[in-house]
């Protein structure tokens, strides 16, 4: 069971927005930032989103993060088939000796 | 263009030992904290362990269920990144990557298969 809770799969469609949810708790989304992992099909995971809602270069802005109290939230506007993959939250536990905890991890699947 | 490349899976017997590698290119190795980070079949991500740059003290850190079985070194004059896994075990069977970073993982490798399986 992971420490960080997201639901196993969202769906929508083409150019609809979609959010995919992240909790946590005190000891890690509450008080450290939270980056975000899309894993395409058969490939590795890569990062999308860091410090709660900071791209990396090359990250349509398409992709949003935020972080509220204990839950993050990714949101994709304008869904291509292409972003149908496996999206993972991580972050840090201040109070396990885990440095980085990740979601179970949610499918997008776009419809 | 920052690169990571595992080697060294394959199928291993239990309580057999395994020793995979990590080659980086592209960025600073010496000054980087790097990363194992696992994924069972159809399963989600898993932290292994980490191994903190020379200046930073060189010293590794372990999850529970790899803890002792598990060793992390690196050789920065080489720029790559081991992971010696010992006593293996069904549940160790998973795609092993390498991934740069100290709170996120910034990069990822493509990852090399780990089967455990008599």
């Known amino acids: 069971q992971s420490v960080l809770t997201q639901p196993p799969s969202v769906s929508a469609a083409p150019g609809q927005k979609v959010t995919i949810s992240c909790s946590g708790s005190?000891?890690?989304?509450?008080?450290?930032?939270v980056s975000w992992y899309q894993q395409l099909p058969g490939t590795a995971p890569k990062l999308l989103i860091y410090?709660?809602?900071k791209r990396p270069s090359g990250i349509p802005d398409r992709f949003s993060g935020s972080r509220s109290g204990t839950s993050a939230t990714l949101g994709i506007t304008g869904l291509q088939t292409g972003d149908e993959a496996d999206y993972y939250c991580?972050?840090?536990?201040?109070?396990?000796?885990?440095?980085?905890?990740f979601g179970g991890g949610t499918k997008l699947t776009v419809l | 263009e920052v690169q990571l490349v595992e080697s060294g899976g394959g199928l291993v017997q239990p309580g057999g030992s395994r020793r995979l590698s990590c080659a980086a290119s592209?960025?600073?190795?010496?000054?980087?904290?790097m990363n194992w980070v696992r994924q069972a079949p159809g399963k989600g991500l898993e932290w292994v362990g980490r191994?903190?740059?020379?200046?930073?003290?060189?010293?590794?850190d372990y999850a529970a269920p790899v803890k002792v079985r598990f060793i992390i070194s690196r050789d920065d004059s080489k720029k790559t990144l081991y992971l010696q896994m010992n006593s293996l075990k069904s549940e160790d069977t998973a795609v092993y990557y390498c991934?740069?970073?100290?709170?996120?993982?910034?990069?990822w490798g493509l990852g090399t298969l780990v089967t455990v399986s008599s």
């Open positions: 592209g960025f600073t190795f010496s000054t980087a904290w």
């Open positions: 410090d709660d809602n």
């Open positions: 991934a740069t970073g100290r709170t996120r993982a910034d990069y």
């Open positions: 191994i903190k740059s020379a200046t930073d003290g060189g010293t590794a």
């Open positions: 005190n000891s890690n989304i509450g008080i450290n930032y």
């Open positions: 991580g972050t840090w536990d201040s109070r396990l000796s885990v440095p980085w905890v």
